[in-house]
């Protein structure tokens, strides 16, 4: 029998007593305020800043293999995605296997950085930051890992400049525009003008992005996460990894509006990257450059970079040893969801031990 | 009276959710994968927009007319110093540029120690200058100052036990960062 039949909703002979009421409250807050957990909390040190970008070492307690691995990750949202909790941490599997891990955070953009695109921090963070990097780490070669926005511009890098890159690695990163979904028909140059937005706007709100995500799936985004919590609230379950995650997805950071620009008119609307036709500081970015091994790795339920827009990267590019994974997950579950640890991570480990010393 | 316990106010939401879900999504996804919708949502995020910056542009003549700094003054001062922060990098550029070109020059560790020591020096000289004048044996015991002198009155370090210069381990490496400044 449905409970929505199952007689009066509070009989009077019975309240829900204090413990009931607390936790009804803290799903409230929840619902209200957002997670609040700690996250990104394995030990770092920072070892250069530029402007916001601030690159981190995570260094290993038994560093086994000599070629360190460089995060990228995307302009929006916050990079401590690979570190949300101990539990679920990417970066400490990462060192825990020997590995000298560095991390680049993009920062909170001011309003000094509105006018920031890609030749800024492609073009111009990101060489510095690769620099310092094998500074600190002693080598001459390494490994760029890039996540979403960041797999793509850490290709593009690839793409300008393949000294002393050992490996790339991109992980739900969007190569072909063409067909985005959604995003395509939203984003289509008849109904919306970027440019206007960034000009009239200097920074892209993170709500504004937050709510374009969320709409790709409204009903799961707005009410299915929320019967989620209040499902495992209710049933006394474990919320630390819900609510990092909660956090996280609530911790977003404005899209300085030059870069938003580009990001959409260049790539969403014209689909210039994948003919080639991105320019980073007057040089075209050709993706075919690319020869290094390349593991490219697409989810299946991922709604914001869909397989069919990551694997043309491997039909582009020179490299003999390539590879595309099509893993089940979604964005960002792939990488922090409960299957990560048996599903990604041991994949992207094996692929790495073999190319790594 | 009734004595058990009430029914959970959220599973009967949960349950209307699981029933309703697929059919909700499936509604929202024809909604908003029309031309009308994103024609519409287009429309409303220019208007967003106009009103975002008609905003913008009264905080500043406000701001002009009280004589306060406004966001772009701000913003000024901050590219200033990202400037600054431009020329300290080309300046380290240049430092390891040179010091991977010349690996028989001291290494900044060296040139950090021979500081530290030129310090304690200075303050073992400043120390013993303002001591009173004293006729003191040859062989009597240091002055106290001497011994409470830092790392003047240790033994100082020798050059078997000072850093290294630094190896040129990475000068064969590809000079990679050639950023427009």
């Keep these: 029998m449905s409970p929505l039949n199952d007689g009066p909703m509070w009989p009077s002979a019975q309240f829900p007593d204090q413990a009931q009421l607390d936790v009804y409250e803290e799903g409230l807050r929840i619902m209200a305020f957002g997670g609040k957990v700690p996250t990104g909390t394995t030990p770092k040190d920072v070892v250069y800043t530029r402007n916001k970008t601030t690159l981190y070492r995570y260094r290993s307690k038994n560093r086994r293999h000599a070629t360190p691995i460089l995060l990228v990750y995307a302009l929006i949202n916050r990079p401590y995605i690979f570190d949300l909790r101990p539990e679920s941490s990417f970066i400490k599997f990462l060192i825990d296997q020997g590995y000298d891990v560095f991390l680049i955070d993009w920062g909170t953009p001011g309003w000094e950085d509105r006018n920031m695109d890609f030749d800024d921090y492609v073009g111009e963070h990101l060489p510095l930051c690769v620099e310092r990097m094998l500074r600190a780490s002693g080598t001459d070669d390494y490994t760029l890992f890039g996540y979403c926005m960041g797999g793509t511009m850490a290709a593009m890098y690839a793409a300008l400049h393949p000294e002393n890159l050992r490996n790339l690695v991109c992980l739900t990163a969007p190569f072909e525009f063409s067909d985005t979904g959604l995003y395509g028909i939203w984003l289509d140059d008849r109904h919306f003008d970027a440019q206007q937005l960034a000009d009239s706007l200097g920074l892209i709100p993170a709500d504004l992005i937050d709510a374009g995500n969320m709409m790709l799936r409204p009903v799961v985004n707005y009410v299915g996460s929320n019967v989620t919590m209040w499902d495992r609230l209710l049933a006394g379950r474990d919320m630390t990894s819900f609510l990092a995650l909660n956090k996280w997805v609530k911790d977003g950071v404005a899209f300085p509006g030059a870069a938003f620009a580009q990001w959409i008119t260049q790539f969403y609307q014209q689909n210039l990257l994948i003919k080639g036709e991105i320019t980073i500081q007057g040089e075209k970015v050709d993706l075919s450059r690319i020869s290094v091994p390349l593991l490219n790795i697409a989810g299946e339920q991922d709604h914001i970079a869909t397989p069919q827009q990551v694997e043309p990267l491997n039909e582009i590019v020179a490299s003999s040893d390539k590879s595309f994974l099509l893993l089940p997950g979604g964005h960002v579950a792939m990488l922090v969801g409960s299957g990560a640890q048996k599903g990604l991570w041991p994949k992207i480990l094996e692929w790495l031990d073999k190319r790594s010393d | ?181």
């Design chain 2, 1 to 181: 009276m009734s004595t058990k316990p009430p029914p959970n106010p959220f599973e009967a939401f949960k349950a209307a959710y699981d029933q309703a879900a697929e059919s909700w999504s499936k509604s929202m996804e024809q909604v908003l994968s029309s031309e009308d919708f994103a024609a519409a949502a287009g429309r409303m995020v220019a208007r967003y927009a106009d009103a975002q910056e008609a905003l913008r542009q009264a905080a500043e003549a406000t701001s002009d007319q009280l004589h306060l700094p406004t966001k772009d003054d701000l913003a000024r001062v901050a590219e200033l110093v990202l400037n600054l922060e431009r020329k300290i990098d080309a300046a380290t550029d240049k430092l390891f540029e040179l010091s991977d070109s010349r690996p028989e020059l001291p290494s900044l560790e060296v040139w950090t120690h021979i500081a530290d020591r030129l310090a304690a020096l200075e303050i073992a000289v400043k120390t013993f200058a303002s001591m009173p004048a004293t006729t003191t044996p040859a062989s009597a015991d240091p002055p106290v100052a001497a011994k409470t002198a830092p790392v003047a009155a240790k033994a100082p370090p020798s050059a078997a036990t000072a850093p290294k210069q630094k190896q040129p381990a990475r000068a064969s490496r590809t000079r990679r960062t050639a950023p427009k400044e």
